[in-house]
Nanobody, 124 residues
Framework: VQLVESGGGLVQAGGSLRLSCVASGRTSSTDVMGWFRQAPGKEREFVAAISWSGATTYYAESVKDRFTISRGNLKSTVTLQMNSLQPEDTAVYYC??????????????????WGQGTQVTVSS
């Protein structure tokens, strides 16, 4: 499975960005997909995840009500709409796939496939 993220960039505080991730290879329409991020000098952390149907979504408390995760009709794509961005959202954002679970997990060790990451920088 190969994952390619796009949509990162530089934005001012209060602005918005939309990240996209496309999965290819031995993907399944039942895969759970998620987003994680790693800020400089910090551990990688959970951001959001979505079940294969899109019916179940989980968010980190720090992004709830600002970020929205969704899946495309083909289920092999996932997007992360990020609004009201703040400098503390600056990080490399990673897309990940969990091919084993039905419901999303917040634990990164459950995710088997990872993208290369896309940089998001929020200036104050």
């Amino acid at each position: 499975v190969q994952l390619v993220e796009s949509g990162g960039g530089l934005v001012q505080a209060g602005g918005s960005l939309r990240l996209s991730c496309v999965a290819s290879g031995r993907t399944s329409s039942t895969d759970v997909m998620g987003w994680f991020r790693q800020a400089p000098g910090k551990e990688r952390e959970f951001v959001a995840a979505i079940s294969w149907s899109g019916a179940t979504t989980y968010y980190a408390e720090s992004v709830k009500d600002r970020f929205t995760i969704s899946r495309g009709n083909l289920k092999s794509t996932v997007t992360l709409q990020m609004n009201s961005l703040q400098p503390e959202d600056t990080a490399v954002y990673y897309c990940a796939v969990d091919p084993h679970r039905v419901l999303p997990s917040l634990a990164q060790e459950e995710y088997e496939y990872w993208g290369q990451g896309t940089q998001v920088t929020v200036s104050s």
